[in-house]
């Protein structure tokens, strides 16, 4: 049956309380040949990421990094919260996570999905906590997206997906300089919501501590890169500034009157995702936003 226009709009208001967030979760590799192995899976593992987001139905994107020569990375952004969706990852991404789990270091017990709880505790344990989470919609889910685009008649085609995304590994001065950061994360915090929506082309953004000096910046953005990141230079500039005062090898600032540099900082720290998934590919930030609009 289909659903009216008052109940979609009461579904709305009752989701916009509800939290959207973002899961760090961390594989320790075994050896190199097991990082080697790991990472080929994985990028031949587009269809089963798919099939596994699509069924598991509260997953905005998903990716998967190597950090480091021993240390791969699942990201996802995701309506709920964070326990209760990586409770739910054995169910829906069992044929992603079994294999990779094979080449992990004290390793969840496989099959995860004859094992949800052993998982959950375990993938609990290695997950790392977000400083700092942006939502270009935040309370909006991923289903209401793709039934506001289905509703409107929009196909969505991951082929001709226009969403990037941005998986930049920034070396910090030390544990002392990520302390710091810390203390100014509510000033951060300011500068990044009010530069994300002036920017209009962010998905969603989060600023992770990884452990041994790193933190990531791990966004989603509607590309070009050039053009997102010469927007990032005008629009986010002081919170770059207050990030790069932590910063080894950082670029010169201020960031806005040195975008060149910053662009060029940002291209050399960017890892690309050994696999990526979208729940709605192709839809880009003001696409949802003028959906959004046209249903209210």
Same mark, same amino acid.
């Given at each position: 049956?289909?659903?009216?226009?008052? %109940?979609?709009?009461?579904?709305?208001? +009752?989701?916009?309380?509800? #939290?959207?967030?973002?899961?760090?979760?961390?594989? +320790?590799?075994?050896? #190199?040949?097991?990082? !080697?192995?790991?990472?080929?899976?994985?990028?031949?593992?587009?269809?089963?990421?798919?099939?596994?987001?699509?069924?598991?139905?509260?997953?905005?994107?998903?990716?998967?990094?190597?950090?480091?020569?021993?240390?791969?990375?699942?990201?996802?952004?995701?309506?709920?919260?964070?326990?209760?969706?990586?409770? %739910?990852?054995?169910?829906?991404?069992?044929?992603?996570?079994?294999?990779?789990? !094979?080449?992990?270091? *004290?390793?969840?017990?496989?099959?995860? +999905?004859?094992?949800?709880?052993?998982?959950?505790?375990?993938?609990?344990?290695?997950?790392?906590?977000?400083?700092?989470?942006?939502?270009?919609?935040?309370?909006?889910?991923?289903?209401?997206?793709?039934? /506001?685009?289905?509703?409107?008649?929009? %196909?969505?085609?991951?082929?001709?997906?226009?969403?990037?995304?941005?998986?930049?590994?920034?070396?910090?001065?030390?544990?002392?300089?990520?302390?710091? /950061?810390?203390?100014?994360?509510? /000033?951060?915090?300011?500068?990044?919501?009010?530069?994300? *929506?002036?920017?209009?082309?962010?998905?969603?953004?989060?600023?992770?501590?990884?452990?041994?000096?790193?933190?990531?910046?791990?966004?989603?953005?509607?590309?070009?890169?050039?053009?997102?990141?010469?927007?990032?230079?005008?629009?986010?500039?002081?919170?770059?500034?207050?990030?790069?005062?932590?910063?080894?090898?950082? #670029?010169?600032?201020?960031?806005?009157?040195?975008? !060149?540099?910053?662009?060029?900082?940002?291209?050399?720290?960017?890892?690309?995702?050994?696999?990526?998934?979208? !729940?709605? #590919?192709? /839809?880009?930030?003001?696409?949802?936003?003028?959906?959004?609009?046209?249903?209210?």
């Amino acid at each position: 049956m289909k659903t009216t226009l008052l %109940e979609e709009t009461a579904s709305r208001k +009752a989701i916009a309380t509800s #939290p959207q967030g973002h899961l760090t979760l961390t594989f +320790a590799l075994k050896s #190199p040949a097991d990082a !080697a192995a790991a990472r080929a899976e994985l990028q031949a593992s587009t269809d089963a990421l798919y099939e596994a987001g699509d069924a598991m139905g509260t997953v905005h994107y998903c990716r998967f990094i190597a950090i480091d020569e021993e240390t791969i990375c699942m990201l996802a952004d995701f309506d709920g919260e964070l326990e209760a969706v990586v409770g %739910e990852l054995p169910r829906h991404f069992g044929a992603v996570l079994d294999p990779l789990l !094979a080449h992990v270091s *004290d390793a969840a017990p496989t099959p995860v +999905a004859r094992h949800p709880e052993a998982f959950t505790t375990w993938a609990m344990a290695r997950s790392r906590k977000s400083m700092i989470g942006y939502s270009a919609v935040p309370g909006l889910t991923a289903q209401q997206i793709k039934s /506001l685009a289905t509703e409107a008649g929009i %196909e969505m085609d991951r082929v001709g997906a226009a969403q990037l995304p941005l998986l930049d590994l920034m070396p910090m001065k030390g544990k002392v300089a990520i302390l710091a /950061l810390s203390g100014g994360l509510k /000033l951060l915090k300011s500068y990044i919501s009010k530069g994300g *929506d002036s920017v209009g082309t962010v998905h969603f953004a989060f600023l992770v501590d990884l452990g041994q000096d790193r933190v990531g910046f791990f966004t989603i953005y509607d590309g070009p890169f050039d053009k997102y990141a010469q927007d990032f230079a005008d629009q986010l500039g002081p919170a770059f500034d207050l990030i790069f005062k932590f910063t080894a090898t950082a #670029p010169p600032t201020p960031t806005s009157r040195n975008a !060149a540099p910053f662009t060029q900082w940002v291209k050399d720290h960017d890892l690309v995702p050994l696999a990526f998934y979208c !729940a709605y #590919p192709g /839809l880009l930030v003001q696409d949802v936003k003028a959906l959004l609009a046209d249903a209210a």
